[in-house]
């Protein structure tokens, strides 16, 4: 009798929770619940730019699955919860970097494989132009000089998991040995797939205009056009039918010459054009560095490597009288602690890609692009794009 007594006296002096503090135990319950899943399952992600085309389209929005490849712990677990890097409206940084975790990763369904379309961290994401933020630091310091950029700009720099997501197709995994001939990609010797919405740039001469409703039939983007004459990106699976026109006199694939490294702008990775005369039609051969991989370096090489034993695998690099250092000791070779990756679009004339900012490490990697849930235009919705997944869409 007594336990019961007192049983039921605690029971009727307990409160009841207001409306307001249960309203505020639902939010922060749905808040942590969102961003477990955002960090170790699936998150939303939208394409802002044609770099895919026509696999996938500006404005389709898709989630990424994070199990597909093992989802990476936090790096800078301490952040604003459901957004990336920025905060909203007042646009300053969403995460601290007083605490800063190594780079792990659980247990995945898979390894990326060939020819997967992966979203990842931009590599030369980690310095950012205040003014400018859609400009490459590394490529403006090239053009420019690293003086002129550091007096025209702000500068701020991220951690690995805060740099901008990106979204390519992986053309070459650890151990690949890619070239590009005549603006087609061959891997281990052999040609690449060609998908029939990827997209390619052609100089179209013609004996009038081409009418809009041709051009919007055909998904031709026109980069170009002046005196009957059109610079389109045509998806593979219409250049036939582009090509039978009426108006159309004669039909020329672009492509930059081998040897040909143009301007500064133009320049691909690894922007030494002294020893790579490479372009983004003629490219190569090279091979995608591979964890305990050891290769040779040398003066003439070493611009290929830079970029991975500084920026991503965390040595410090010296070039002194024609001769390498690696903390301090002189060194012949370098054997790689990472894999790396090359990433390209579908839309290879549209697209900055490995070819100009070279190798994405393994802890780069975000996740598999894994089906769309929503699309639209300015026309409206794009019905037969609903709830498609990538596989689907790129055939």
């Given amino acids: 009798m007594r336990l019961a007594f007192w049983k039921k006296k605690e029971e009727t002096t307990k409160k009841k929770k207001s409306v307001g503090r249960e309203w505020l135990d639902a939010a922060v319950f749905a808040i942590v619940a969102a961003t477990l899943i955002r960090t170790f399952l699936v998150e939303a992600y939208t ?32 952040s604003v919860p ?12 969403s995460y601290t970097e007083a605490v800063k975790w190594g780079y792990h990763r659980w247990w995945g369904f898979g390894n990326i494989q060939r020819y997967d379309v992966v979203v990842f961290n931009f590599p030369h994401g980690d310095t950012v132009l205040v003014e400018d933020q859609n400009a490459d630091y590394h490529t403006k310091i090239i053009e420019q000089g690293r003086s002129s950029v550091l ?24 151990g ?37 409703e041709s051009l919007a039939d055909y998904h031709a983007d026109i980069a170009a056009a002046g005196n009957n004459m059109y610079y389109l990106h045509i998806e593979n699976k219409f250049v036939n039918d582009v090509q039978k026109l009426p108006q159309v006199i004669r039909f020329i694939p672009l492509v930059k010459l081998a040897g040909d490294v143009g301007s500064i702008n133009e320049w691909t990775f690894p922007q030494d054009t002294a020893n790579f005369k490479w372009n983004l039609d003629n490219f190569g051969p090279m091979t995608v560095p591979k964890k305990g991989m050891t290769v040779p370096i040398a003066a003439n090489n070493i611009a290929l490597y830079r970029n991975i034993i500084e920026m991503y695998e965390g040595n410090k690099l010296e070039e002194r009288e024609g001769k390498i250092f690696i903390n301090g000791i002189e060194a012949n070779n370098y054997t790689f602690k990472m894999d790396y990756y090359w990433m390209m679009g579908d839309n290879r004339h549209n697209s900055l890609d490995s070819r100009f900012w070279g190798f994405v490490p393994e802890d780069h990697m975000v996740g598999k692009a894994w089906f769309v849930w929503l699309s639209y235009s300015s026309d409206g919705l794009r019905w037969g794009r609903l709830l498609r ?4 869409l790129e055939k």
């Fill in 47 to 78: 394409i802002p730019t044609g770099s895919m085309e026509g696999s996938l389209l500006v404005s389709d929005y898709l989630f990424v699955s994070k199990l597909a490849y093992g989802p990476r712990v936090p790096m800078t677990p301490l």
């Fill in 151 to 174: 007096a025209q700009y702000n500068i701020i720099t991220r951690p690995t998991d805060k740099k901008d997501n990106y979204i390519k197709r992986c053309v070459g995994t650890p």
């Fill in 389 to 392: 997944s990538v596989k689907a």
């Fill in 176 to 212: 690949d040995v890619l070239q590009i001939k005549d603006a087609i990609l061959y891997v281990n010797g052999q040609p690449a797939p060609v998908y029939p919405h990827s997209k390619r740039l052609y100089q179209v001469i013609t004996n009038g205009i081409i009418p809009d």
């Fill in 82 to 93: 459901l957004v990336h890097n920025s905060l909203p409206i007042t646009g300053g940084k």
